[in-house]
């Protein structure tokens, strides 16, 4: 067993593990680490735990330690040049025609390396790009091209919901979300409703699916002809998740509303008949 904290370099990047050595650190302390020989500012998002070795990298860093005042102050600068850089870099962009979009740029904490992220539609030819960038800000300079989801999760924003992006707030790592979520929910699937600013799927069809996926196990299709305490009738409306039935009875034209519990021994019975 090793003890462990895990960190976040950006408020909701993914999570890194370092050992912790002898040291204690609280959720929400800023630490000084290094990974791959680049240093960072982290912050403590998983106090100290222990975990087997097993369930970690190969091989992973200690702490180097709580970061100092000085420290916390050096950072701060780095990100305000950044963006005095991201600045300077698209207006290089422009003056060399390079068909790319500068999302951020961030600086490492020993300013050895500027790293530019941005978007393009296909490869692009940015070397000469990158050399003026170099002999302006005097300093290593790396170009690494981003999805549309990520440029989300970076700039922000508000989403259809009218809540902040959920990417840019509290989300740590894309998780795969399909069209079939979209129609497993019952959703409409013209893309202008179920897709985010992003343009792609909403990552929220993500939350819910698997309440959907099972209450469809459940619950009988629509048009399925089942047995209810008031006899045999069609069903017409499902809500999955409060586990509603809407079934129009054979003995009458109003639909009548049942919760899954009030038929579940009678489905699981197999009274269910496709045909009617």
Request: hydrophobic content about 35%; glycine content about 8%.
């Amino acid at each position: 067993m090793i003890n462990v904290v895990g960190v976040r370099y950006e408020k909701t990047g993914p999570i890194y593990y370092f050992s912790s050595g002898k040291e204690e650190f609280s959720y929400g302390d800023k630490v000084l680490v290094e990974k791959k020989q680049v240093k960072a500012i982290a912050k403590v998002v998983i106090s100290n735990k222990e975990m087997a070795e097993k369930d970690l990298p190969d091989k992973i860093n200690t702490v180097l330690h709580k970061a100092t005042k000085e420290e916390l102050l050096q950072d701060e600068k780095n990100q305000q040049e950044a963006q005095n850089a991201l600045a300077i870099g698209r207006q290089k962009v422009r003056e060399n025609q390079v068909a790319m979009k500068l999302v951020d740029a961030k600086y490492t904490f020993d300013r050895r390396r500027m790293v530019f992220h941005f978007i393009a539609e296909g490869r692009v030819d940015f070397r000469g790009l990158v050399k003026e960038l170099a002999r302006i800000f005097k300093t290593r300079i790396e170009l690494r091209q981003v999805g549309v989801r990520d440029q989300a999760k970076i700039v922000g924003g508000i989403g259809p919901c009218g809540r902040q992006l959920c990417c840019s707030t509290f989300l740590g790592e894309f998780a795969p979300v399909s069209i079939k979520m979209a129609k497993d929910q019952g959703l409409s699937l013209n893309p202008n409703k179920i897709s985010g600013l992003c343009g792609r799927l909403m990552c929220c069809l993500n939350y819910e699916n698997d309440e959907y996926v099972t209450a469809k196990k459940e619950l009988p299709d629509y048009g399925t002809t089942i047995l209810t305490p008031e006899g045999k009738g069609r069903v017409v409306g499902l809500n999955l998740l409060s586990r509603v039935i809407k079934v129009r009875l054979t003995s009458q034209q109003i639909p009548v509303e049942y919760d899954y519990e009030e038929l579940k021994e009678t489905l699981k019975a197999g009274d269910t008949y496709v045909d009617g």
